[in-house]
């Protein structure tokens, strides 16, 4: 698990000496972090000389190291892009060599890199460290500095919303498209920074930006799941919720509405793309897509098929060396102490597989919402819907007893694809009623007690929505 950067200091002073920073910001590094470092001052008087060194200085990766060793006490050497030497063999003993040392005189390694690739043999030596994204106070330091000369700043409103569009951000990201911004518009413009987000966010392979295409008024029935989103999405307090169901009801669609209609952007998440099969990085991969969900702040994370991703959550880890309890502990952490504006919504086909835990209120602001096959009423706006979309013509509403909304959608699709009656579509069509009737019948037995009806709950009211090493070390002590 990754630790705030900003702490390597505390870590310094209790003589730890191998870090690993994982970051695309070098550049941030060196002057933001190093010289924290450097202004320090401990309690013995003493305080950190700084070094660095990249491939460019020397391709021998032994020679920093050896420096490192010949240094003075209380010495940190920052070491960039060292990734790509770490795993020869001559590296590994060198540092398992000379850690003893540099404990004992306060010295220690920093590696830099845009991956975390620790050897298996120096688990246990580095300590990894999480190089946050510009907050609040660096961002509106960078606004500020680009405003050309002559040129209104943004008024309090609306450097309040660049603020919260340009979290996410690298500082690099962020000097462009306020350049851009500039350019284009003529001025600082938030959509625009927040489509450059979207791009920037997907380019890391690991969470799908979902854009506002549809909200509310594109869903049919389930209102009281809205009336809660509706009354909570704003409400700083406020922390998500799950609904569970049988496929085709309709709940994917209705969590991208949620984005649409909180107006937030949304974040996909799908935890399979976080697993590596390298040491180590499928918990910095975790951490640093919690950690960009809170630089981002204000947004909805939507998780689809909940129990397929935390699948393997409640095993004793003996068949990925605890890789997968891991992971999806880091989130069950993240879904107790979410930061305040991050609004989870998550979807489930099936309660098997989740453990309890997962479920519980206080992870969540209700139990799950049990969404199931459509009544009748809802099967008549869902027909009438997609009859309007595909210019079916029928005399009446057919009897749809135990279609989903997808199947209904499908028949539409084909009448339409065929030139034929929705009705004669229909014997191409075997509901899941049908086809899933005993899995349907379980989901329903177990949802009956343990989770609120979509459509309708009794005495519980809405209210209106608030926007808003061996050896002795050198310690300070």
Known sequence: MGIEAKRIVDFLRAGYGAFWIKTQEPDRVQSVLMPMVKDFQRKDGGKYNLSSWDCSTSSNPLEPLNQLSAEEELTVKFLFNFHWFIDKPQVIQKIQNDLPLWASEGKAIVIVAPVVKVPVELQNDFTILNFSLPDEKEILHTISYHIPEGKRGPSENEMARLIGAA???????????????????????????????????????????????INFSNVVGYEVVKDHARATMHNPKAKGFMVIGPPGCGKTTLMNAIVGESGKIGLKITLGKLFSKFQGETDANVDFVINLIKSIGDCVVLIDEFE???????????????????????????????????????????????????????RWDTSPFFIDLPNKKTQD?????????????????????????????????????????????????????????????????????????????????????????????????
């Not at 989130?331 to 597989?353: C, H, K, Y």
């Open 308 to 362: 397929k991703q935390f699948a393997g959550s409640s095993g004793d880890g003996t068949l990925d060396s605890g890789t997968t309890r891991r992971a999806t502990g880091r989130w069950l952490e993240f879904l107790q102490d979410r930061p305040s504006g991050v609004f989870i919504v998550a979807t489930a086909n099936s309660f098997n597989g989740i453990p309890p835990e997962y479920l519980r209120p206080g």
């Open 167 to 213: 979290k996410g951000l690298t500082q690099k990201e962020l000097n462009n498209v306020l350049s851009l911004s500039m350019v284009v518009k003529g001025k600082y413009d938030t959509a625009l920074i927040n489509e450059h987000k979207a791009t920037v966010i997907e380019k890391t392979g690991f969470v799908e930006v979902i854009p506002p295409k």
């Open 381 to 477: 706006s869902i027909f009438k819907y997609y009859a309007e979309k595909y210019s079916i013509e029928e005399k009446k509403i057919p009897k749809m007893e135990g279609w989903s909304g997808a199947e209904i959608e499908a028949c539409c699709q084909i009448a339409d694809m065929h030139g034929i009656p929705f009705t004669s579509a229909m014997r191409l069509i075997k509901p899941q009623s049908v086809t899933m009737k005993e899995q349907i019948d379980a989901l329903r037995s177990w949802a009956k007690d343990r989770t609120i009806n979509a459509e309708e709950v009794k005495d519980i009211p809405v209210k209106a929505g608030v926007v808003a090493l061996n050896g002795k070390r050198k310690i300070d002590t």
